[in-house]
């Protein structure tokens, strides 16, 4: 590849969108990108931008935020809603926390600010158009082979999913110490409105087809940290992570919600998916128990994994996965494998809780076999408000 014509190719120019109120800096702007190979459009608000992208397809939008009519961050909203993958990199000259943290939730690219710099420009464009040339070629790939969307499908399930994110909720369920008869926390659990994804599963099913789990668990953890705070001013809050969110960026920033009440919020890392997905595993884990975190495996029994996950976790919290806890009373196998995860998790001073206790028969079992701290409908189901505790 030529230096002046990174992504283009005689027939084939990658197109960008330039949008920008500032005459002469989309001028400056229009003629750098040229420079660099590209074919630029350009539009002066985010209005004329839309009528752009309904008759064209573009490779990236390269847009400020602060314009009349409407701004680069109501721009990316909208197209949020119908497009997910075309790469937006917002260019900024009054950088904010606020309007940073919306792009990013929003899935910008690069939040960038001005003055740019020629290489800055030139590598971010790069990148943004490999990226989305690369979104492009799996999409027509999993079309091809069959197991994956058409563009009508597509486009059906990001408004599907748009709708969930915007009525999504954060329900909390308690988890006891029976001895102390305390709440000892409350975790927090996936909820929404939108029919057509009901459960959590499904949510993050679509999140995942649709390359999104980033911004749903941003949006889970923000929501749950900004809960709980207005709700209980101290007790642990427990929250899912998917593994690849220990990938994520903002899971490190001080400034976001949860980061600010790390000292009381345990990350749960469930056991059932494999933790090789993201490198560096322990960096990241030790990076975030600096803050302040700590960790828990969850679902412990129901994993392939055996013993890695803790060897890579070493987590403060194990919960039993509730198909262990299942009529727990009724098989031996059961019970001898519970009985020695208490002793194991006693000896090396972890906290354990048994998942999903549902009845009294169970919870008395469980207490014989060394269990003290528990979650379940049998004490409380998930809510707002924060659930009432059974004690039985
Ligand atoms: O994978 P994880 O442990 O995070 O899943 C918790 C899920 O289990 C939540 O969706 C919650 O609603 C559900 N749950 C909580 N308590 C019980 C219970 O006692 N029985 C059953 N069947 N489900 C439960
Ligand atoms: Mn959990």
Not at 13 to 18: G, H, I, Y
Not at 332 to 355: G, P, Y
């Amino acid at each position: 590849m030529s230096d002046h014509s990174a992504e283009s190719t005689a027939e084939n120019k990658a197109t960008v969108l330039l949008v920008e109120d500032n005459e002469e800096l989309r001028a400056g702007f229009e003629r750098l990108m040229a420079r660099l190979g590209y074919a630029v459009d350009t539009a002066p608000n985010g209005v004329a931008a839309l009528d752009r992208i309904a008759h064209r397809e573009y490779d990236a939008i390269l847009s400020d935020i602060a314009m009349p009519e409407m701004d680069g961050i109501q721009l990316l909203r909208k197209l949020r809603e119908r497009n997910g993958i075309i790469p937006f990199i917002v260019l900024t000259g009054e950088p904010t926390v606020t309007t940073a943290a919306q792009a990013l939730e929003l899935g910008a690219f690069r939040y960038l600010t001005k003055p740019l710099s020629y290489a800055d420009l030139k590598d971010t464009l790069h990148k943004a158009i490999c990226y989305h040339r690369v979104a492009r070629a799996k999409a027509s790939a999993a079309e091809l082979l069959g197991n994956g969307m058409g563009p009508g499908d597509r486009a059906t399930l990001e408004a599907t999913f748009a709708r969930a994110l915007g009525s999504l909720w954060v329900a909390f369920q308690p988890i006891v110490s029976l001895k102390k008869k305390v709440v000892l926390g409350y975790e927090a659990l996936l909820r929404s409105r939108e029919p057509a994804l009901p459960h959590p599963g499904a949510m993050l099913e679509a999140a995942e087809r649709l390359g999104q789990l980033d911004l749903l668990g941003r949006t889970i953890r923000r929501r749950a940290a900004t809960d709980m705070v207005s709700a209980h001013p101290s007790a642990l809050l427990f929250v899912n992570l998917h593994v690849r969110d220990l990938a994520d960026p903002t899971l490190l920033d001080p400034d976001e919600p949860l980061s600010k009440i790390a000292s009381r919020v345990v990350l749960e890392i469930t056991e059932r998916a494999a933790l090789d997905e993201v490198g560096d595993v322990r960096v990241r884990v030790a990076t975030l128990r600096q803050m302040g975190f700590r960790v828990a495996i969850d679902d412990l029994g129901a994993g392939y994994s055996g013993l890695a996950s803790f060897a890579q976790l070493e987590p403060e919290v194990v919960k039993l996965d509730m198909s262990l806890v299942r009529d727990v009373h009724q098989s031996a196998t059961k019970q001898k494998i519970v009985r020695s995860m208490a002793r194991l998790t006693d000896e090396m001073d972890l906290m354990v809780v048994a998942e999903g206790v549902e009845t009294r028969a169970e919870l008395d079992m469980l207490s014989s076999l060394g269990c003290d701290i528990f979650q379940g409908y049998y004490f409380a189901k998930p809510g707002p408000p924060l659930p009432s505790v059974n004690w039985g």
